[in-house]
């Protein structure tokens, strides 16, 4: 997983283009110490998976799966963003000639507004979509039934323990009581596993934004006529 969060770390630096990567440049920090620590927080942060313990089934009911479920990952950039700001404060000052321009002030005035204002936009889609999965999941799940559930979507049920009291982790890999339901998210036109989807109703739910695209599907035992 360390490596599939390695390139989304990447791209989401760059949205800070100055303060993001200044932070790392031993140049215009004046020391190490600040590259050491942004380096360190990021690294830490980024364990997250890991540390919430949902991929070893451990956060069932608890404190720890409910942050599981508010938790984005760029939230973990703040820190190193507010102490790059003073490699960055450093790097403008050595242009300021090029800001003193009117052109140039112009120029960084819109392109931080454009970006701020595309970023919202991003962020506000993403969460859209995430909002769309929970109501797909409350309205298509009986509230106390069994439901096994892996990965990504296990996630989405954090913020509604009150209401999917006996949901549970399953790993993919392991049979999936014939009683139980499953809800899984997987890449669009993905499919459940061979094992979960036998004797169960599969129902796919499309979750579509311009940023995050995921199929939702729900399974529900042959027998249930619900």
Same mark, same amino acid.
């Given at each position: %997983?360390?490596?599939?969060?390695?390139?989304?770390?990447?791209?989401?630096?760059?949205?800070?283009?100055?303060?993001?990567?200044?932070?790392?440049?031993?140049?215009?920090? +004046?020391?190490?110490?600040?590259?050491?620590?942004?380096?360190?927080?990021?690294?830490?942060?980024?364990?997250?998976?890991?540390?919430?313990?949902?991929?070893?089934?451990?956060?069932?009911?608890?404190?720890?799966?409910?942050?599981?479920?508010?938790?984005?990952?760029?939230?973990?950039?703040?820190?190193? @963003?507010?102490?790059?700001?003073?490699?960055?404060?450093?790097?403008?000052?050595?242009?300021?000639?090029?800001?003193?321009?009117?052109?140039?002030?112009?120029?960084?005035?819109?392109?931080?507004?454009?970006?701020?204002?595309?970023?919202?936009?991003? %962020?506000?889609?993403?969460?859209?979509? %995430?909002?769309?999965?929970?109501?797909?999941?409350? #309205? @298509?799940?009986?509230? #106390?039934?069994?439901?096994?559930? @892996?990965? #990504?979507?296990?996630?989405?049920?954090?913020?509604?323990?009150?209401?999917?009291?006996?949901?549970?982790?399953?790993?993919?890999?392991?049979?999936?009581?014939? +009683?139980?339901?499953?809800?899984?998210?997987?890449?669009?036109?993905?499919?459940?596993?061979?094992?979960?989807?036998?004797? %169960?109703?599969?129902?796919?739910?499309?979750?579509? @934004?311009?940023?995050?695209?995921? #199929?939702?599907?729900?399974?529900?035992?042959?027998?249930?006529?619900?």
């Amino acid at each position: %997983h360390l490596a599939g969060f390695l390139p989304f770390y990447f791209f989401s630096l760059a949205i800070f283009p100055i303060a993001g990567w200044a932070a790392f440049s031993r140049r215009w920090s +004046g020391t190490w110490a600040i590259p050491a620590v942004c380096a360190v927080t990021i690294a830490m942060a980024s364990l997250y998976f890991y540390r919430d313990g949902l991929n070893v089934g451990s956060a069932r009911n608890t404190f720890a799966a409910m942050i599981a479920g508010f938790i984005p990952g760029q939230r973990f950039l703040l820190p190193a @963003s507010m102490l790059a700001c003073f490699p960055a404060a450093q790097f403008l000052s050595s242009r300021s000639g090029l800001l003193e321009r009117g052109i140039g002030k112009t120029a960084a005035l819109t392109a931080f507004a454009a970006s701020f204002l595309l970023l919202t936009l991003a %962020h506000q889609s993403y969460l859209n979509a %995430h909002k769309r999965v929970q109501f797909a999941l409350a #309205d @298509s799940l009986p509230s #106390d039934a069994k439901i096994a559930s @892996s990965g #990504d979507a296990l996630k989405e049920f954090a913020p509604t323990w009150a209401i999917f009291t006996r949901a549970y982790n399953l790993d993919t890999g392991e049979a999936l009581p014939s +009683g139980d339901y499953f809800a899984l998210l997987e890449t669009p036109g993905g499919n459940a596993p061979a094992g979960w989807a036998a004797h %169960h109703a599969v129902r796919r739910i499309p979750i579509r @934004s311009w940023v995050w695209n995921r #199929d939702l599907l729900i399974g529900a035992p042959a027998t249930d006529s619900r």
